[in-house]
């Protein structure tokens, strides 16, 4: 009964130190004293890419670089900036790779329209192949001068 229970906590204790936990990197003296604005600030840190960890956001990274865009956002924020100047100011110090969710522009309906053409132009192409090629034609059966011919060249 006791290795049962000593078993159970052991195990407890290794699929607790495994167990994937959330990183909030956010240093307690990043944190501001309104929540409103700290609300802002972590909705907006989570939209910003790390450009150094590149696929996490600012605000679950621990890289220095995210470390200063969070104390960026913040500052921006207390000045008095909505979220959307705060964006804007990040994205032209950046370029637009910093966004999480890239905004709907030219670029990005190329980007994502470029595959589907492609399929389409080569289903086109198929399809144009398919109907040009020559049609398969009857092999004409031989004549008595050809049967003929090929019955000598067997003999010899």
Known sequence: ???SCTFRIVLAMVLALFAP???FAVNPDEVLSNPVLEQRAR???AQ????VCQNQSIDDSNAE???DLRVLVRERLTNGDT?????DYVVSRYGEFVLLKPRLSAKTVILW???????LVGAIAILVFVRTRPSQRAVAALTAEEQARIEELLKK
């Open 21 to 23: 936990l959330p990183a």
């Open 1 to 3: 009964m006791a290795n």
């Open 113 to 119: 329209a470029t595959p589907v053409l492609l399929l």
């Open 83 to 87: 979220d959307d100047q705060v964006v």
């Open 43 to 45: 909705n907006l840190s």
């Open 65 to 67: 670089l995210a470390r």
């Open 48 to 51: 910003l890419r790390c450009m």
